[in-house]
């Protein structure tokens, strides 16, 4: 099949090139020019496993093309993603101007009929909106689909190819026909292609995000209850866990849950809520206790030091929002970074795919190491902010002979309370006791 998708972001990029895997004739397209160039000249812009091989792959076999004009990718593709940021607005809601401008451009290049397809995560009703942005602009027939995506960064070729499930909300049969035939190769294992009507396809993928926010949140809560009372919270979390029922999965507690998706996507379900006279009570709650548990290690790294940060020097091992991702969108580290920056400390940082993205934001506010040791040089404390697997097994003794303190505040549980405590370090993590 002839496909384009519009938007060549994390979610555009790997939707075009596993496309492109399974025999289709895929055109991508961005409005960022040096975005399309680079894609073009052979370069993925993002890190992402798995993605290169891919890449190359389909690009040598000619299936897999860049182009930034819009004209272009409606001739090219009998059906069109949209794959376009639906950012956070300033009231919470989903900023929905890039898709429905999408819309708006593409009623006005349609000569012959197309399916679009919303793969962008966007409010319950956005189909319609779409549907009448398109239908203003022209006569020529169409269906839209909605299709969100569930992937995840650091798996999303894995997530893609081998999806657990596949949502298509639609109402035409044709082109309801056309996306099963697209997604067949998707689901020889068994899994399900759900066919449903596009406003249940919208909010399915805004109830799994919130559902899983939600469920990180509840277990961030428990944490810290368990500072409290003296209990800890990797037992906790293993005796509920295997309870069938709740599932060992996304019970891990930290420094609160970031990325592109689950911080706004709450938000946006919350203001989808306040805008169809719901009060969604759970999920503003959800987003009060993300708030605190982001900030929550400053504040005890300011008490062991008594607060006097300043002038004391912090190593950050890890900054993108999770492990194989170089994404820093709304990462905990940026505003651990932030408020150690407030209080006058010196941070050197360390991560092994998102520094680039972070000196873009912080400058020379903050200094970058080549590798994980030379990060912790003279520090007197080390904070973990994501759980990269190299992080999992350092040398302790290389730590204590290069640190100027032996001090770890983990605010990911990388390391077993007991084994710390006779390696001889101030270990403070989180949900469980405080060593030193
Ligand atoms: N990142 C994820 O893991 C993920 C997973 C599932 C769903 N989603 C959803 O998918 C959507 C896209 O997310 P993303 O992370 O890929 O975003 P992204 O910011 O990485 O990519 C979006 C791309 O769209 C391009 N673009 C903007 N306006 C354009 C236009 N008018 N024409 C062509 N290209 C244009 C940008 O230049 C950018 O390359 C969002 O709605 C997001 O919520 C994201
Ligand atoms: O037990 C857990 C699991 C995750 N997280 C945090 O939650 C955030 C999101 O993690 P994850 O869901 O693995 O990453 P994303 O790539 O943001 O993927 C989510 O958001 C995507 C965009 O909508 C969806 O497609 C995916 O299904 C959904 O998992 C990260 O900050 C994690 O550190 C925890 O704190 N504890």
Redesign the pocket.
């Known amino acids: 099949m002839n496909i384009s998708v519009?938007?060549?972001?994390?979610?555009?990029l790997v939707t075009g090139t596993c496309l492109a895997e399974t025999g289709n004739d895929v055109l991508c397209?961005?409005?960022?020019e040096s975005?399309v160039k680079k894609l073009q000249d052979g370069v993925v812009p993002i890190y992402e496993p798995q993605l290169d091989v891919l890449f190359e792959r389909n690009i040598t076999a000619g299936r897999l093309k860049f182009s930034t004009s819009?004209e272009e990718g409606l001739k090219h593709g009998d059906i069109i993603f949209l794959?376009?940021?639906?950012p956070e607005d300033e009231d919470g809601s989903a900023d929905l101007s890039?898709v429905l401008?999408?819309a708006t451009?593409i009623g006005k290049l349609l000569t012959e009929y197309k399916v679009i397809v919303d793969?962008?995560?966007?409010p319950v009703g956005t189909a319609d909106r779409v549907t009448q942005a398109i239908s203003k602009e022209t006569t020529v027939e169409f269906d839209v689909v909605s299709n969100?995506?569930?992937?995840?960064?650091g798996f999303?070729v894995e997530d893609f190819l081998k999806p657990e499930r596949i949502v298509i909300g639609s109402s035409s049969d044709k082109a309801t026909e056309l996306m099963e035939r697209l997604y067949r190769p998707f689901v020889r294992s068994g899994n399900p292609i759900i066919i449903m009507d596009e406003k249940s396809a919208e909010l399915t993928k805004y109830a799994a995000n919130s559902f899983l926010a939600t469920k990180i949140t509840f277990m961030n809560e428990i944490a810290n209850f368990c500072e409290k009372v003296g209990a800890d919270v990797d037992k906790v979390r293993i005796g509920m866990g295997t309870d069938s029922r709740i599932g060992k999965r996304f019970l891990f507690p930290g420094i609160g849950y970031g990325?592109?998706?689950f911080p706004?996507?709450v938000k946006a379900l919350h203001k989808s809520g306040k805008d169809n006279n719901y009060d969604f009570d759970i999920l503003n709650a959800v987003i009060t206790v993300n708030d605190r548990q982001k900030r929550i290690l400053l504040p005890r790294i300011d008490a062991f030091f008594k607060g006097e940060l300043k002038d004391k020097k912090i190593a950050i091992w890890g900054l993108a929002f999770k492990p194989e991702t170089d994404?820093i969108r709304e990462a905990p580290a940026l505003y651990i970074i932030e408020d150690l920056l407030k209080s006058g400390a010196s941070v050197t940082a360390f991560d092994p795919e998102a520094m680039e993205n972070v000196e873009r934001k912080f400058g020379d506010q903050i200094s970058f190491a080549t590798d994980m040791y030379s990060a912790i040089e003279n520090a007197d404390a080390l904070i973990i902010c994501t759980e990269w697997s190299i992080f999992r097994t350092p040398d302790f003794n290389k730590l204590k002979s290069l640190m100027n303190a032996p001090v770890i505040f983990d605010g990911r549980n990388l390391y077993d309370v007991e084994d710390i405590k006779n390696e001889g370090f101030y270990y403070s993590s989180i949900g469980r006791k405080t060593i030193g």
């Open positions: 519009i938007g060549t972001g994390y979610v555009g397209i961005d409005i960022d975005k819009l794959a376009l940021p639906t890039y401008g999408a451009d793969k962008s995560t966007v969100p995506e569930f992937l995840r960064e999303a990325g592109s998706c706004k996507d994404d």
